[in-house]
């Protein structure tokens, strides 16, 4: 990147090269045709709506989000064809999801449980509608999804739910092998595929025709969509990449299509430096030091490997040296690589893209859309 630029940024800041970007929408697209399976991004990492727009002229179905408020944001935009994967509960969200259905080409929403599922039943009667449902199942992440083996019983209540049509599942399995934490990709994936096929199976033969089984992360999306027994995968992190899925061996550090430029702001001691973004710039959601992957701080310094990212205040970052000296200075340009760019973006009110040769600033749309 052009010096120049760097010198125009307002730190603490995340850049997007525009670029890579690019690159990684193509490489998951080409992997999900190739394989024959729909490609439905989940916007949760970008929460922009130029991004998600590029994503469906490069050959993307649809988008996932996972609140109501993100898909508003989405639909305003443009974008007919939303999964809102997350349970609809609470009046305030039904009230929402019946409205949005009512103007968008096709809103599909997740159940995981009787009483949610009843909740949209009610209020899509009550509307005069019918929505499109997909039932979650826990496949061993141990979040929202019904239990796989309580799975018939629960789609067979849904199914006979007026006002609702069930049309398929989907799951989210994370990098799960028989109920473990793994960095098998590809065993997990299989095990993923065939936990679907054989539940859609299950549900087929009694008499629910299930269309869609919709499963797949950033790292286990291609080599799910390559067992071909998934119709749809639900990536959303390869968009822009991060150290998790450097680790988690999806992508290269050089495809990493987002990064922090943060600004060096006192030095007190020579062990020691200050910059200008704390926990309000750096998310905190990952654990240090812990199997499998001990990420050593909250970002890598590019460059200085010797430094540390793992005390923070709200607005002051402190950068350890290992070696006893940082070797930095007051008003020094830092950039940094994100451990998990998801939650970065979403601390960001803007941020900068860097496209042939100019820098421009976009509005993160969907930032705080928490509802």
Request: overall charge neutral; aromatic content about 6%.
């Amino acid at each position: 990147m052009d010096i120049d630029f760097i010198d125009s940024l307002e730190t603490p800041c995340i850049v997007i090269d525009r670029h890579k970007a690019e690159k990684n929408i193509a490489r998951m697209q080409e992997a999900a045709s190739r394989a024959g399976v729909d490609l439905r991004p989940h916007i949760k990492t970008h929460k922009m709506c130029g991004y998600a727009g590029l994503q469906i002229r490069q050959g993307a179905k649809g988008i996932t989000c996972a609140k109501v408020s993100e898909a508003e944001v989405m639909a305003d935009s443009g974008i007919d064809d939303i999964f809102i994967a997350y349970p609809q509960v609470g009046n305030f969200r039904l009230e929402r999801v019946v409205k949005l259905a009512g103007r968008c080409g096709r809103l599909i929403l997740g159940v995981d449980s009787l009483e949610s599922a009843g909740m949209l039943s009610q209020a899509f009667l009550k509307a005069g509608m019918r929505g499109e449902v997909r039932l979650e199942v826990d496949t061993g992440a141990r979040r929202t999804g019904v239990p796989y083996e309580q799975a018939v019983s629960l789609a067979r209540a849904v199914d006979r739910m007026p006002g609702l049509k069930l049309t398929g599942i989907y799951t989210f399995k994370s990098l799960v092998l028989q109920g473990t934490p793994t960095k098998d990709i590809k065993a997990a994936a299989k095990e993923e595929g065939e936990m679907m096929a054989r539940l859609a199976g299950d549900l087929r033969e009694s008499g629910i025709a299930v269309k869609d089984i919709s499963a797949g992360s950033t790292p286990t999306g291609t080599a799910v969509a390559e067992t071909g027994l998934v119709t749809e995968i639900r990536p959303g992190t390869y968009i822009f990449n991060d150290h998790m899925l450097c680790c988690e061996g999806w992508a290269r550090p050089e495809e990493i299509a987002a990064c922090y430029y943060v600004t060096v702001v006192s030095t007190p001691r020579p062990d020691y430096a200050v910059i200008d973004g704390g926990t309000k710039t750096f998310p905190m959601d990952i654990l240090l030091d812990t199997p499998p992957y001990y990420y050593p701080g909250y970002g890598l310094v590019e460059g200085h490997p010797h430094l540390c990212l793992r005390r923070m205040n709200e607005e002051h970052g402190i950068l350890e040296s290992k070696t006893g000296d940082t070797g930095l200075h007051v008003g020094q340009v830092l950039r940094i690589t994100p451990i998990h760019i998801c939650t970065a973006i979403n601390m960001q009110n803007t941020v900068y893209e860097y496209h042939e040769g100019k820098i421009s600033r976009l509005k993160v749309d969907a930032r705080g859309m928490l509802v």
